[in-house]
Each structure stands twice: as C-alpha cells, then as structure tokens.
C-alpha cells in the first residue's frame, strides 16, 4: 500500500482515501484497492470485476462470484451480496482438463479464463502421448554426397498381386544418391534381398570403379540377419537404417518406388499383368536416361559421362509394340518373319528385347512395326492362352479345294489351327478318312446296341450287420513323450530313430550352433501313427513323423506359394477304364519319405526339441509341416518326370503320360 488521496462517493457523502495497493483475499488479487478510514464495509466493485474479465451469476441459490480462476460463493444480505468462503481454486491444469485438454493458446479466445493461461507452458501427459505426431521433414531432394558410391538407397516394393514370368513377386531397386542411376530387380522373396544387394555391389563395384560406402534401407528383418552384418562388416559398408514407420527417412527409394510402379502399371495396358517384371527393366532404362530435377541432368549422364543420352532417346518405343522380327527356318517356303512385341532394350544400338507368343524373350536388331494390327496370343499359363489385345485379323487365306473329287463331303467353311494345316499338307486325303470315319461309327453303333436289357445283378456280400473295418492309418493322440513310457515303447522308439535316420539319408537338414539375430525359430512336433496294411486282423505298423509347425511361419518370408496340383478324381476313372477296356495292367507304388526330397529355397530354423541351448535345425530341403512343402515336391517330381520323357495333362497338371510305341 501507498499513500493515496483520492475522493470517493458513497451514500453517507463524499470521503477520501488515505492509501491504494493490492490486496488479496479469498484467494483473489485485487489491484488498485482503495483504503478509506473509518469506512465500516469492505466493498468490491463489480463493474472492475467485469472490465478485467471476471463474471458474476445472480439468481435463485446460485449466486457465484468468479475472477481469476477462484469461484466464491454470494450471500445477499439487503441490496447488497457478501463474500462466502471460496471454492476449490482451479490450476492451470484444471482449466486445461474441464475444457476436453483444450491446447493453452486456444484459451485466449475463452472469456471467463485466467488472462494467464494461454502463455502457461505446462506440459500435459495425456496430450504428449495422444497428439504425438511425426516430426516435419527438411523440404528439398538434394544430393547429400560428393562422389559415386558414398550413399546408396534401397527399398523392396510388393508383393505384387501376380507372379512375373520368372516366379517373382517383390521388387527391389537401388538409387546411387550422387549420380541418381537404378538398378532394379525381381526377387522372389523378401528373404532374397542380401543375396540381390550382393549382386548389386559386384555389378556396381566393377562397372564403376568404386566401393560401395553405405547402404541406406528401411528395418525390415530381412536386412538384420547376423550373416548379412558380416558380410556388411567384411565389405566395409555401413548400414543405415530408417527409422520405423517414419518412410520420409528413406524419401529417395520410397519415391522412385512410387514412380516405378505407376510406370510400369501404364505401360502394361491390356497386356498380362505376368509381364510386370519385363515392364520393370523397361521402365528403369527410361528412368536412368530422362532429366533427373535433382542433377539437372539424366542419370546414366552422370553415372557414365562418355554415353551420348540424346541418341539412346532416339531409341525408345513403346512397349509391348507389335514388331515382325527376321527368322531363320529350314525350308525354302517357310516364312522369314515372325511376330512379337517389343518389350526392352539392350546396350546395343539397334537391338532390342522381344518376347514371343511362347513367353521367349529373344534379342533382335530393329524390328519392323506392324501397322496392320494381329493379336499376339502369349501364354500366360500352359492351359490359358492370353490374347493380349482385341484387334481385328486379316481374312483367312482359302485353300484351294482338290478338283479330283466331286460327290465327296466338303471341306468345311472355317478351319483354324491344326486342322487348317492338316487341310492345307492332306486335303485330297479328307474325303477319304471322313467317309471311312462314318462307317466305322455305324459299325460301332450297331455293335453296342442291344434291345434285350440285362437283368439286374443281385449283391452276394455276406457282411451285411457287421462293422466296417478301419484300413490304413490311425493317427494316436500320445505324444513322444507318453509313447516312449507305453508298453508299446520299443516299437515308438524305433519308428523315432527310423524317422530320424531317415532326415539324415535326405540330408534334410544340418545343425548349426547359434541362430541369427531376428531369424524365426518354428517348433517341432511328433506325429504317430498306427498302421495296418490289408486286413484287421494284420499286425500292427508303428510310423513316427517328425514335422514342423507351419502355422508359425510368416507369409512373404518364411514362405510363398503353397499350391500343389493334385491329380482330379475324373482323370483315375479314365485311367481305370482305359485299363479295363485293353486288358492293361496297372500298377502301384509309394515313396517313402517324398516331401524330404524337394528342395528348400527360402532360409528356415527348425527348433528340434531334445536340442539344448540356442541350437537349431537350418532346413535345406523341405520337412513334413512346413507350408511349402508339397509345392516343392511337386516341382522335385515334375523335373523327373518330364527328363523321363513324360508330358503333363493340359486340362489335369496332376496327371502325366508319354506315348511310347513299344508293346
């Protein structure tokens, strides 16, 4: 308080003050109060209350004082209201929290809150673990190096919704950051990336000149087995890895992942979607030798500066442009051209890449385009040709109908394919094989055609009232553990030894010591079984199966495709029949242990259960369990049988023949 002389009305007369200062009470600071001797009241003024922003509620048992965050409670007495006890006075965080965790800036817009809250720094849990949000990133795609090979950015993009004519299904691209130049590949797995980047680091090494400094690549546990680091280490290359869902730490590849892929998704068009991989190495010749706005200049310009880019421009046409290439074909009339597409580039000048109606891509020296437009059938799968584009075909050449026969049949109007060749290389031989055609389906008609219906065949089974019996395998529901203290404990036991043993024969696996960092470790499990071979009441045959438990492997890493074809129910009916019809014997015969035999592509850990420590199994062929183990005997026992000389079933991929004209 001061001293301060200042006249005030009231309504015994004027008076005059002796001092002004601050004063608290109630848990309110009030400034410029005035103190008037002898003055029996202490007096608030309400209209300062509200210029400074307070709020006074008035009616019924709800009268309210509010200023400065304090609520104090009114009690009229006359004409006037006197100060009750204050309510609980309200923090920052108490306004923070009553208006939903409102942001303390917003608060400046808010009336009745403290003037002071909005420049209150106060840090809310609650908002700090809710409103987390990513940092911003610097603007700009400058180059960060000064020299080839000091950064390299790599990302692996998929798995795209279809195979590639090569059995890939996930990209992986590496950007130079000096040069900006790519190389991409197709890989079939994830799993598949250190081995590419290996590739790469030779390819790029040898070409340029210079060692590869740091590998830029996301956190994916394909890039964090501890061979891969060894390797990493032995070559001198430092890992750099991206921060987890934070992808604008990896900008460069995860853009130019986005650019190739619509690139080739607009390249593709109509054409079969298999063709993505040879759309890929199309588009990324075109990519490596268009203006780069980082460089300001092509690429493959900075990458190699002795190539001339503006003549390899001069170069480029469309892909999948319908071209005839020259062909060589013994005979003096075979054709001397062929159709095709034109589906890349080569570093030659003039020649390109092409791919033919049988899915062979072959190199040849400046295609002529077609400018009638024929369709190209590429087969997409043995059983379904492709057509790839609905263009409209030249009418058919007519041949010219054999003069020497008049009252035989005709050749019909519209042949096409084998038939139209056969007409073409025997048509005065037609007429002669149709006619005789005709009478062998008569004779044949007749010879089947039997008025007399057979009487029905009465059964002479004696089993009716009796159980049927059980043949072939019981599945028992022991484990290995309660097998082996069972009365039947020798016979598990030697199964378990035949089992293993026979893992050791297929060199199925082998032992390693220590598992890699973020490599997956799939359980074991015993599978037993009781068999019996003819009849009940044959001894019994105790099989013991050592298989993985696939439910535990992650799709895109531990495997891919599952699928296995397996021969149709139609197909063994034709066969028996077939037999019975020309009196053939047919035979039968089991492999033992089949799906040990095909081989393992990707990288797995098996945990065997009596293993002690940090030991596993690394599979190199495929176990009983794992989700691609019938794929992989599938394509094991389709490689044997077609070096055999046998042809698979166009309309059953389970079914195999070979024509042989021996007896």
Known sequence: MQPWVEEVNTGAGPMFSSHKGTV???GM?????????????????????????????????????????????????????????????????????????????????????????????IQCEECILAKSTKPISPAGDGIRTTKVGELIHSDICGPMPVESFQ???????????????AITAGIRQK??????????????????????????TDHGGEYRSKEFLGWLKEQGITLRPTVAYYSETNAVAGRFSRTIVTMI?????????????????????????IPHSAIQAAPIERAIPSINVTEQRKLFRPFGEQVYIHTYQDGKLQDRAQAA?????????????????????????????????????IETHKN????????????????????????????????????????????????????????????????????????????????????????????????????????????????????????????????????PVGAKVIDTKWVLKEKREKDANDPKRFKARLTARGLTQRPGID???????????????????????????????????????????????VKYQHATGNRAWRLKKSLYGTKQAARNWNKFIDDILRGLGFAQCPDDPGFYFRKSTEA
């Open 341 to 377: 597409r034109i589906v890349g580039f080569t570093p030659t000048y003039g020649i390109y890449k092409v791919i033919l109606p049988n899915q062979r891509v072959v190199t040849a020296k400046k295609p002529l385009p077609r400018r009638i437009a024929e369709p190209i059938i």
């Open 559 to 605: 495997f891919g495709d599952t699928y296995a074809p397996v021969c149709r129910e139609e197909s063994w009916r034709i066969l028996i029949c077939l037999a019975l019809t020309h009196n053939i014997v047919m035979g039968q015969f089991d492999i033992e242990g089949a799906f040990l035999n095909g081989p393992l592509e990707e990288v797995l850990y």
């Open 24 to 26: 608290r009470t109630h």
């Open 191 to 216: 799993s598949g990336a250190p081995e590419a980047i290996r590739n790469f680091t030779v390819l790029f090494e040898r070409a340029t000149g210079a060692k590869v400094q740091q590998l830029r």
């Open 265 to 289: 998704r607009a390249n593709l068009g109509k054409l079969p979607k298999a063709m993505w991989e040879l759309v890929l190495e199309y588009s990324t010749f075109i990519k490596n030798r």
């Open 384 to 515: 379904q040709p492709v057509t790839q584009t609905p263009s409209e075909e030249p009418a058919a050449h007519t041949p010219t109908t054999p003069p020497a026969i008049s009252a035989s049949p005709q050749k019909p109007q519209e042949l096409t394919g084998a038939f139209a060749d056969d007409w073409r290389q025997h048509g005065n031989t037609w007429p002669k094989a149709l006619a005789a055609l005709d009478a062998e389906r008569q004779l044949l008609s007749e010879a089947t055609r039997d008025p007399s219906p057979l009487p029905l065949r009465r059964t002479t089974r004696t089993t009716a009232g009796k159980a049927p019996v059980k043949l072939g395998s019981e599945e028992s529901h022991l484990t290995i553990q309660q097998a082996l203290v069972s009365d039947d404990r020798d016979k598990w036991q030697i199964a378990a030894q035949r089992e293993l043993a026979m893992l050791e024969k297929y060199d199925v696996y082998e032992w390693v010591d220590e598992v």
């Open 167 to 181: 059995k890939k299904r996930y990209i992986i691209t590496f950007i130079v950051d000096f040069s900006r130049f």
């Open 29 to 121: 600071l009030l400034n410029d109060v005035l103190l008037i001797p002898n003055f029996p009241k202490r007096l608030i003024s309400i209209g300062r209350i509200d210029d400074d922003g307070g709020s006074m509620t008035i009616g019924g048992n709800k009268n309210r004082l509010e200023y400065q965050g304090v609520a104090v409670s009114l009690t009229k007495i006359g004409r006037i209201y006197r100060l009750d006890a204050a309510e609980a006075n309200l923090t920052e965080m108490d306004w923070h929290s009553r208006y939903g965790h409102l942001p303390f800036p917003a608060f400046s817009k808010v009336p009745e809150a403290p003037k002071s809250l909005c420049l209150s720094r």
